[in-house]
């Protein structure tokens, strides 16, 4: 199957700053990307659909000044977290379709982002 | 939007023994409903997949089924075993270019 790849794994921070999240499809193309968010023994939310050379669509509820999504080529995506804070703690990950109309999701290996 | 209800959030069976997971969705547009299982800290990993013009499919030990008039599908797990332990998330999505809505997951403990 396809590859995603997604770095860093795992991420500390101070509250204030802030992290980019890369995501990269290794075998493919991905015109759209889509990020997940997930807390600890719960479902994963979609946050935003990530669409090259396009702006990104954003789910209800998230907001886009905080987590800045860039899909500036077709094999990466990246996720920037600005000033952290600790309720922004989560387990973060991309997704995406590898072409063909299969839906087919193929998943990044997630970020655990903990803010201090 | 679409809505996914899965049921039951946890189960617990002894090994050998059959686990099956109901999930329901809202829209009709869907037609893509994949199920996957994430392991602690993990990835999901799709194990099966059924699209709307199937009413079965079947890989081995694990087996779908679609009922597309009354908007639920269902997995099912026979003879299983202590790595089958994990959580299952079963989603539903139109189809190519969309998203998928995850159900709220079933925590599978399988006791040997």
């Known amino acids: 199957g396809a590859v995603v790849s997604q770095h860093p794994s795992r991420v500390i921070c101070k509250s204030g700053t802030s992290v980019k999240i890369e995501c990269r499809s290794l075998?493919?193309?991905?015109?759209?990307m889509f990020w997940y968010r997930q807390f600890p023994k719960k479902s994963l939310m979609l946050m935003a659909t990530?669409?090259?050379?396009?702006?990104?669509?954003?789910e209800q509820g998230v907001e886009k000044d905080k987590f800045l999504i860039n899909h500036a080529s077709l094999t990466l995506s990246t996720l920037t977290v600005t000033s952290a804070h600790p309720e922004d703690s989560s387990f973060y990950i991309c997704?995406?379709?590898?072409?063909?109309?299969?839906?087919?999701?193929?998943f990044g290996e997630g970020s655990r982002l903990t803010v201090l | 939007g679409e809505n996914v209800e899965q049921h039951p959030s946890t189960l617990s069976v002894q090994e050998g023994d059959s686990a099956v997971i109901k999930c329901t969705y809202s829209?009709?547009?869907?037609?893509?409903f994949p199920w996957y299982k994430q392991e602690l800290g993990k990835r999901p990993q799709l194990i099966i997949d059924?699209?709307?013009?199937?009413g079965e499919k079947k890989d081995q030990r694990i087996a779908v089924t679609l009922n597309k008039t009354a908007k639920h599908f269902s997995l099912h797990i026979t003879e299983t075993q202590p790595e089958d332990s994990a959580v299952y998330f079963c989603?539903?999505?139109?189809?190519?270019?969309?998203?998928?809505?995850f159900g709220k997951g079933t925590s599978l403990l399988v006791t040997p």
């Open positions: 075998d493919f193309q991905a015109t759209t």
């Open positions: 997704s995406a379709m590898s072409g063909g109309n299969t839906g087919e999701l193929f």
């Open positions: 989603a539903a999505s139109p189809g190519s270019g969309y998203a998928l809505n």
């Open positions: 990530s669409n090259e050379g396009s702006k990104a669509t954003y």
């Open positions: 829209d009709s547009a869907s037609n893509y």
């Open positions: 059924i699209r709307s013009n199937v």
